[in-house]
């Protein structure tokens, strides 16, 4: 047993050697790096997950804010002299938790609105029309198309900002990026609160109205719906919007499928995250 115990910690020294040497070599290429943490996995040097991580974090390395942002024209933005009334349905059918108030056009950035900001207007006596959106902006910040992702996840750890508007070469706004974006590139989708297995698949916003997770299974959803929704090629309803559009949606994509309109609320390059469900109610 001692030799056994003796041969194990030897070879698990040498590899803990090579791993050191392989990071300590400057002209080693990122992909014989990930070939030889390839290796040591296969000898359980580390959990899985880690040699994934790994690999997200080197790709960012080469990757800019224009890569990964949310373009123009898919970001949803409220407008500051908008009332309650008309911007509060938006921001309970995205399920976002910040977003860009402009002014006269997209181009105009005047601040940002955290959702939490709004939970006054659920206990207030007065009209929400006397509710002042300029009162609770906090301040946007800007970075260029080409900031290097490495670079602004340390700026937004730093400053403790979650958002930042790009904007391209004249000034104009292309886009918007999280720090969840940069996250999900390294670690894969992060989960929110409408992923918790504990909430289901199905969140009710109103009577005919609905948010859905894409990973629902098609008979599941069949059967809460009391539809006949089916696919041959895949088991679940963000599958079956992937067959129908035939192509991998953006987000506020949408399709209208039987009864139902889909609208696309979260997705990345991999998979539908988060669908807002509504029922055609003039059937």
């Not at 001692?2 to 050697?17: A, P, Q």
């Not at 030889?36 to 296969?42: A, T």
């Not at 080197?58 to 908008?82: K, T, V, Y």
């Not at 958002?163 to 590139?185: H, N, P, R, S, W």
Request: charged content about 25%; overall charge negative; glycine content about 4%.
């Amino acid at each position: 047993m001692r030799d056994n115990s003796h041969s194990y910690l030897s070879n698990l020294k040498n590899w803990f050697c090579k791993i050191r040497q392989l990071f300590s070599n400057p002209v080693l290429k990122k992909k014989d790096l990930i070939k030889q943490l390839s290796h040591y996995k296969n000898h359980d040097i580390y959990e899985n997950g880690v040699l994934h991580i790994v690999e997200g974090a080197l790709q960012i390395d080469d990757m800019q804010a224009r890569d990964i942002m949310i373009p123009r024209s898919q970001m949803i933005c409220i407008a500051e002299n908008e009332k309650p009334e008309n911007f509060l349905p938006r921001i309970i059918a995205a399920g976002h938790s910040r977003y860009p108030i402009i002014g006269e056009s997209v181009d105009e950035i005047t601040g940002i609105l955290l959702a939490k900001d709004l939970l006054p207007l659920l206990f207030r006596e007065s009209a929400p029309q006397s509710f002042d959106l300029k009162s609770v902006l906090r301040a946007a910040t800007f970075v260029p198309e080409s900031k290097r992702l490495t670079v602004l996840l340390h700026n937004f750890r730093t400053n403790k900002n979650h958002m930042a508007i790009v904007v391209d070469e004249y000034g104009g706004v292309a886009g918007l990026i999280t720090i969840e974006d940069i996250l999900e590139e390294i670690v894969g989708e992060i989960e929110d609160e409408y992923d918790s297995e504990a909430d289901g698949f199905v969140k009710p916003i109103t009577k005919n109205s609905f948010m859905v997770k894409a990973l629902m299974p098609i008979d599941e959803f069949n059967h809460f719906f009391h539809s006949d929704l089916t696919s041959e090629e895949f088991d679940t309803v963000g599958g079956l919007i992937m067959q129908q559009l035939g192509h991998m949606p953006k987000r506020d994509e949408f399709i209208d499928i039987d009864k139902f309109r889909f609208k696309v609320v979260s997705s990345n390059s991999r998979r539908i995250g988060l669908l807002h469900v509504s029922l055609n109610t003039t059937e």
